[in-house]
């Protein structure tokens, strides 16, 4: 299994050839693997940087400072250390994943009570302790949502159909960024039999954009041949896969693939790595069905996207 490197620009140069190239190529990489790295994206890497950095101001700050903001999974704020086991969504038993996460996400209410007191919440920000982390994550978040909704039309094209054919159901869309810190081994003490940074899991939604960073425990993809593979790191790429809900769309044309983080290693007891992770969905009500062949390969029941997802994310809470 092979992660390419797609430069975007040429579909936002906007010719018929170039866009047909890209798009086949993003076809090719989703149903091989079910992940890609991108260049050409347009996100800025000072914006990158500068999200990356006032994070980790604030997961330094001690515990008892953090824990004003300690939320439950699926809440708007800090994850504390022991809050997830992603593992626990695809039946794996593993023990807490070794991270802590600020998540915040879609927060403009619909008017549906029911569907805006979970994915709708307003946005919880250490205003009181790092200040300059929510311009920078709403700026960031701003330009995900652009850079997934032109994904999303990539997509569509590379099978065939109409752009406007997932964007269709993103007018209102739900979304999560989650700004995840991987602490160190002086930090957390050795990993647990079978504890990861994040255990093995297949994403939820539609796409994932991922501005990771290099280390010993970095990033696992799981190829069709049942083995883990490390995944190839560019300091210009952001990492792009599709989660659960588009591979339904699709019929298993494309692959939602199993990954994973590796535990801090004893040779880096040092090292500790920020991930800036973006989960983007679609409209909470949205029908997902399967796409018939010869697009499709497999038909799933149809599915409404904020109940699957739900449940989803209910699964890797801890305690």
């Known amino acids: ?32 693997s079910g992940f890609l790295l991108v260049t050409g994206h347009g996100v800025p890497d000072e914006l990158r ?11 330094a700050l001690p515990s008892d400072r953090k824990a004003g903001y300690a939320v439950p999974v699926g809440g708007r704020g800090w994850l504390p250390p022991g809050a997830e086991a992603n593992a626990h969504s695809e039946g794996t038993e593993t023990p807490p994943d070794l991270k802590e996460s600020y998540s915040v996400g ?7 009570p029911e569907i805006d007191r979970f994915w709708f919440q307003p ?21 995900m949502r652009a850079l997934s909704d032109e994904l999303l039309r990539i997509c ?12 269709t159901h993103t007018g209102a869309p739900t979304y999560t960024f989650n700004i995840n810190w991987y602490p160190p081994l002086t930090h957390v003490g050795p990993a647990r039999d079978g504890q990861f940074r994040i255990g093995p899991h297949t994403d939820f939604g539609t796409v994932t954009v991922l501005d990771r960073e290099p280390g010993a425990g970095g990033l696992q993809v799981y190829t069709s ?10 300091p210009a790429a952001l990492t792009v896969n599709i989660g659960d809900l588009m591979a339904r769309w ?19 007891p040092d090292e500790e790595l920020v991930s800036l992770v973006w989960f983007y969905e679609c409209d909470p009500h949205a ?23 739900l449940e989803k994310i209910s699964s890797i809470a801890v305690g």
């Not at 092979?2 to 047909?20: A, H, I, N």
């Not at 946005?123 to 330009?143: F, I, Q």
């Not at 041949?225 to 560019?234: E, H, K, L, N, R």
């Not at 699709?250 to 880096?268: E, M």
């Open 250 to 268: 699709t019929g298993d044309r494309w692959r939602s693939c199993r990954h994973r983080v590796l535990p801090p290693p004893a040779s880096a």
């Open 123 to 143: 946005n919880v920000w250490p205003d009181g302790e790092v200040g300059e982390l929510r311009v920078a994550a709403v700026e960031y978040m701003t330009r």
């Open 287 to 309: 029908a997902v069905s399967s796409l018939a062949p010869p697009i499709g390969v497999r038909a799933y029941p149809p599915v409404i996207a904020h109940e699957y997802l």
């Open 49 to 59: 940087r500068s999200v990356r950095g006032h994070a980790r101001r604030f997961f």
């Open 106 to 112: 879609a927060d403009q209410p619909t008017g549906d």
């Open 1 to 32: 299994m092979t992660v390419p490197l797609v430069d975007l620009r040429p579909w936002f140069d906007g010719s018929r050839d170039g866009r047909s190239t890209v798009a086949a190529r993003v076809d090719d990489a989703l149903r091989e």
């Open 156 to 167: 569509a094209v590379a099978l065939g159909l109409p752009a406007a054919h997932f964007t």
């Open 225 to 234: 041949d049942g083995a883990w593979v490390d995944a190839p790191y560019d």
